[in-house]
C-alpha cells in the first residue's frame, strides 16, 4: 500500500456526505484510471474534522471511499488495485442498524488543485412492514384472527459488493427458504433479519412498524409466522427487486389461509400488498394481488 507519496503531489479539499452520524474513520483510496488501474495512495480520515484533505499525485484519479474504525488499516495491506479493493465485500457480520458501512466513489479530474465531493451511502436495503390487516370474510375460518408469533427475511443477502459493476452484488444470502436460527443469531444484530411477532391481527389495521435489513436481492421474502385457530400457517410475501440506501414500505392486507411452509408460494389472492419505495423522494404507491 502506498501512503508516502512523491514531491508531485496535489492537495484534495474533499466534502464528504454521509448516512450516518456515528462514523469513526473515512478510508481513502486513490487509484490510477489507466491500465490496471494501480493505487496510487491511500489515507485514513480520523473524524470529525472541521476540513477534510486527501493526497494524490498529478492526473485523472478514481477516489473511492469507504467507512472505518480508527486504526484499523492493516487490512488494507494487499490492496494494489482498485481490482482488488472491488473483491472486498460488506457484511451483515460488521453491519449496524444504527452505522451501516457505506461506500462513495468519484473520479477526479486533472488540475493542481481540486475539490471532490462525495456522497457516502450505505449498501443495504430496509423493509419496513408498517401495517397489516386480515378478512377472512367467506371463508370458514373468517371469525378467527391471524396471530404472528414471528417474523423474518427468508434469501436475505448477507454479504455484498458494493464496487461490483452494476452499483453492487450480493455474494451470499442468509435464511434459504426458511428460518436458520443458529446463523441468524450469531450476528451482532439478529434483529435485522428477525423479529419477535406481533400478536393478534384482525379486520382493523395494526401498525408493527417492523424494520428489516439485508443487501439487495432478487429472491428476498418477508415471511409472516403465526396461527389461524389451530393451524400453524406462514405468509411468504415475495418483495420485489430491493435497492441500496433504499427503504420499500408494505402495507399488507390478508385474504386467506397462509401456507404450511414458508419456502411454498402461496396461492393467487392470498393477500394484497401495497407497496412505497421510499424515502428521498415522493412515489406514487402501487398495489398488487399477491403473487
Not at 450505505?122 to 397489516?132: D, E, F, G, K
Not at 459493476?165 to 444484530?189: H, M, R, Y
Not at 435489513?213 to 427487486?241: A, K, S
Amino acid at each position: 500500500m502506498r501512503e508516502n507519496l512523491p514531491d508531485a503531489q496535489t492537495v484534495i479539499a474533499l466534502e464528504c456526505t454521509t448516512k450516518s452520524p456515528q462514523v469513526e474513520a473515512i478510508d481513502l483510496f486513490f487509484f490510477d484510471t489507466q491500465g490496471i488501474q494501480l493505487l496510487d495512495s491511500y489515507q485514513q480520515l480520523i473524524l470529525p474534522q472541521k476540513s477534510l484533505y486527501g493526497l494524490s499525485t498529478s492526473g485523472v484519479k478514481r477516489l473511492v471511499a469507504l467507512s472505518g474504525k480508527a486504526g484499523e488499516t492493516d487490512r488494507w495491506n494487499r490492496i494494489r488495485t482498485y481490482g482488488d479493493l472491488a473483491k472486498h465485500s460488506f457484511s451483515l457480520e460488521r453491519e449496524s442498524i444504527s452505522a451501516p458501512l457505506l461506500c462513495g466513489e468519484v473520479l477526479l479530474s486533472e488540475g493542481a488543485s481540486r475539490q471532490a465531493k462525495v456522497s457516502l451511502r450505505p449498501s443495504l436495503a430496509a423493509v419496513c412492514l408498517r401495517s397489516i390487516s386480515c378478512d377472512f370474510s367467506g371463508k370458514a375460518y373468517a371469525q378467527n384472527r391471524f396471530v404472528c408469533t414471528q417474523s423474518f427475511l427468508t434469501f436475505a443477502g448477507a454479504e455484498y459488493l458494493p464496487l461490483a459493476e452494476g452499483g453492487g452484488k450480493p455474494v451470499s444470502w442468509i435464511n434459504p427458504g426458511c428460518l436458520d436460527t443458529l446463523a441468524v443469531q450469531a450476528f451482532p444484530e439478529p434483529e435485522m433479519v428477525w423479529k419477535r411477532g406481533f400478536g393478534e391481527v384482525g379486520q382493523n389495521r395494526i401498525y408493527p412498524r417492523q424494520t428489516f435489513y439485508c443487501y439487495p436481492g432478487t429472491e428476498t421474502c418477508l415471511v409472516l409466522e403465526g396461527r389461524i385457530g389451530e393451524t400453524h400457517c406462514y405468509y411468504p410475501i415475495r418483495l420485489p427487486q430491493l435497492k441500496s440506501d433504499t427503504c420499500l414500505q408494505l402495507d399488507v392486507t390478508l385474504k386467506r389461509m397462509g401456507t404450511p411452509s414458508p419456502d411454498i408460494p402461496a396461492e393467487n389472492g392470498t393477500l394484497i400488498l401495497q407497496l412505497y419505495p421510499l424515502p428521498w423522494e415522493e412515489q406514487t404507491p402501487y398495489t398488487e394481488i399477491f403473487p
